[in-house]
């Protein structure tokens, strides 16, 4: 599964306006409107802008794949700026760059001259474009020894804009002592993914200035680096800390004189040990004993302990609503996993440590540790087996008990939590009610990521999507333990799985002797997966020929396509896999908007039917996405695995698209579910466990999520500077991979799964015997269309998905002691 950029950032694009605008977004677009309009207007050579029509080179080639093109090498001197507020990383006059530590441009001036000021037009806010929070301006003589002007980020007229407000053009403009050279570098940090600029222009000084050999040498990478780093983590934890400090003051008052602490913080710690959960600086102390004191006021005691949903969203400065019993339940099944918790708030103005063990029951208790998400606000996710839970004043912490029961009869069982601070103790009575039945050692839905375990040795490659390789065997007991499981690798893509690597003569006779042995060491790595996923990597829509020589459609083509198939197919069946490998030949047809899908179809035709001869016994799969219509059913003829992405089966023409994918289902295609699962920092973790509900909706037999190991090996608790997408539902850092309640909603998808099938088992026998059971069906399938529509939802604040899911679940158990009593 590999996204197409444009895809990506148009859909992050869409969903940065999911949540409510801070009060302060309004104000902030105001300064930026009166403060940069100045700046907007272009400059020519007669307003003494000497980079006008100059060349330049890069240090990096850009790769941005929505803006990059052949005007490259002019775009940033030709005068040219879109300014407007769409994106301007979609522009043609935008140079931009994905996943790079260090960017530089070097203008030529053509000779020697005085400069005394700089502009720079660069855009960003969303979709994981961010204006560089450093931008080095330096100057030469020769073009290889260059020395610094300054940062072009604290000499500008006009302050960064605050963080999470959209998409916006910005110009840096700075002003400096006259300095004389030939060449001007800018030198940036990108502060997110990508970086994009669309122009940059040098002015002419009146007098003449200093020679460029009288400034300060520039500094190295390492230094530009660690100023970027540490700048990006300012900007945005400053964002997130002057929030927090909004939701304390929610009346407005208060809060001025640390709101102008807040707005002067840099952070000055060590990067590489930063570990980015609640709380994150001392500064940030300073909101929660604000929160702590506003309780005091209130009237509460020193400590509050009250039960929460499992997933409910909590922030770290509002004490939820409640009103009753302070008790803890659970229902559920000997052999499952699932969840409560509980808040704990300290409103004194010291810390407490407090100590939590159950007594009458087994479980475990896990500290929950807030992380900041992708769109300003926190999500309390990351669980850590509990030792001590320091609470820290006015901060709402949340303590989680996991229950996994073996053995226990049917019926209620009943313990307590027992928390101690110091002298003070608190006792929370504890429920946990055991169905009937045990949940299946294997259950029906079977779950995969993308995770391309199959890939060499550690001595080949060092990670892969951000994941250490060394991290790959804990990845693999995190995930059996949590799942029926599927896999999706690259398929030993070093020979036999790509086509485009097969050598292969005119008439379609395969030159090749494939070599399995890495398919054969993953086979044996993930002995109980339910299938093997070969995604044939290299393959594209453009480049379609086998062995990059035969035309689809043709003779040649077919016999070596079907020779190919043949000899996976036989290598399967020496191996006793029979039915459980797949092979994706080529990925997300219908995504690319330039391109015909039509054609795409026809393709897929052209490469599964010879395919389907040589290997009957191996499932071919697709994944449509971004555009799909029913005529383009006519070209699945080969019983294909059917693996929509999600969001085709929401928004408009929906039911169009189900009812197509339906008829497919009818014919005998096998129907998964795919989606970017987006973790822990993308938003709460809804989206793994209601598409499960969607899953069963669509009679489908597996879901999936891409991309299981998209991880940032470096920087994976420290979002605030990462560059790479991270979609792991599990968190990594030095000491290594983590659960979050985003993973523990991947396994209740898959348990709901089974309550689920059996009401339906249930309904239909009932139906079977003409018992009436209208009502039950109407209120079961209600509930499921109900969790299953809000899987469209998932990155909006408040929308509390997992917890919708949950209520459906107890419902469904009673829909199903209804039917057992009949």
Known sequence: MRFAITFLMMFLTSMAFCEEPAPYVQEELNRLDRELKPLMRLSDTGDGNIARGKSYVFSEKPNMGTCTGDSDI?????????????????????????????????????????????????????????????????????????????????????????????????????????????????????????????????????????????????????????????????????????????????????????????????????????????????????????????????GHPEVIVQPIDFYANVSPVVLPDFAGACQLNQIMQNGEVRGAALIVCNTTAEDKNIQARLEGLEGEIYEVGYIDSEFYYPTSTFLQPHTRLCAVPGLVSELAVVFRPKGLSVGK???????????????????????????????????????????????????????????????????????????????????????????????????????????????KQNPDASFYGIVAIGMNWA?????????????????????????????????????????????????????????????????HTPFHRGAPDIQLY????????????????????????????????????????????????PFHIYSCSFGPFMGEPGAFRNQAWMTFRVRGVATGFWGATNVDAKTSMNRYITQQNYFSPYLLDKQGLHLTKHSFALRDGIQDFEYLTACEKLLTEAEQKGLDVKDLRNEFQAEVLTVAAERAKFRNRGQNMATRAEEARRKIIAIIRKLEAK
Not at 445 to 453: A, I, M, R
């Open 543 to 607: 480049n379609a020929k086998f062995g990059q020589k035969l035309e689809p459609g043709t003779e040649a083509f077919d016999r070596a396509v079907e020779s190919w198939a043949k000899a996976w197919n036989d290598h399967v069946l020496e191996l006793g896999l029979k039915g459980r490998v797949i092979f994706q030949i080529f990925d997300e047809p219908g995504l690319d908007s330039s391109a015909n899908p039509d054609d795409q179809y026809k393709l897929l035709q052209q490469w």
């Open 622 to 669: 697709i994944d449509p996405c971004g555009k799909y219509e029913p005529r383009f059913n006519r070209y699945l003829t080969n019983n294909e695995i059917i693996c929509p992405e999600a969001e085709l089966l929401h928004g408009e023409g929906a039911e169009e698209r189900m009812q197509a994918f339906m008829e497919l289902h009818e014919q005998g295609h």
């Open 413 to 523: 069982h009943t313990g307590k939590l027992l928390l101690t601070a110091g002298q003070e103790s608190y006792t929370v009575p504890v429920e946990l009610e055991i169905l009937s039945g045990e949940f299946p050692n294997r259950p029906q839905l079977v779950t995969y990521g993308w995770e391309y375990l199959d890939l060499p040795s550690p001595t080949a490659r060092t990670s892969w999507q951000g994941m250490p390789m060394e991290r790959f065997d804990e990845f693999r007991k995190l995930r059996n333990a949590d799942l029926c499981y599927g896999t999706m690798g690259l398929g030993a893509q070093e020979v036999a799985a790509c086509p485009l690597a097969v050598k292969v003569r005119e008439d379609g006779q395969i030159i090749t002797q494939f070599d399995f042995k890495f398919f054969d060491r993953w086979v």
């Open 74 to 298: 002019t775009d940033l001197t030709n005068g040219q700026s879109d300014t407007s507020e769409s994106g301007i990383w979609f522009c043609a006059d935008c140079v931009g760059w994905a996943r790079k530590k260090t960017v530089s441009v070097t203008v030529d001036l053509g000779k020697s001259e005085s400069i005394d000021r700089v502009k720079l037009y660069s855009g960003g806010g969303r979709a994981g474009v961010h204006l560089p929070a450093v931008v080095l301006v330096e100057i030469s003589d020769d073009g290889k020894d260059f020395h610094l002007i300054g940062d072009l980020v604290a000499l500008s007229k006009v302050a960064l804009p605050r963080e999470g407000i959209g998409h916006r053009v910005f110009v840096y403009e700075g002003n400096f002592a006259p300095v004389c050279g030939r060449y001007v570098r800018l030198r940036m940090r990108p502060t997110g993914q990508y970086l994009t600029i669309t122009e940059i222009e040098v002015f002419k000084s009146e007098t003449a200035g200093k020679v460029a050999g009288e400034l300060p040498a520039s500094p190295d990478d390492l230094y530009l680096l660690e100023q970027g780093e540490k700048s990006a983590m300012s900007i945005q934890m400053r964002e997130n800390m002057l929030r927090l400090l909004d939701e304390v003051y929610y009346d407005g008052k208060g809060a001025a004189a640390l709101k102008q602490e807040i707005s002067h913080w840099n952070f000055e710690g060590d990067v590489s040990g930063f570990r980015g959960t609640y709380p994150t600086a001392p500064i940030q102390r300073k909101i929660f004993a604000r929160h702590a004191e506003r309780l005091r006021q209130a």
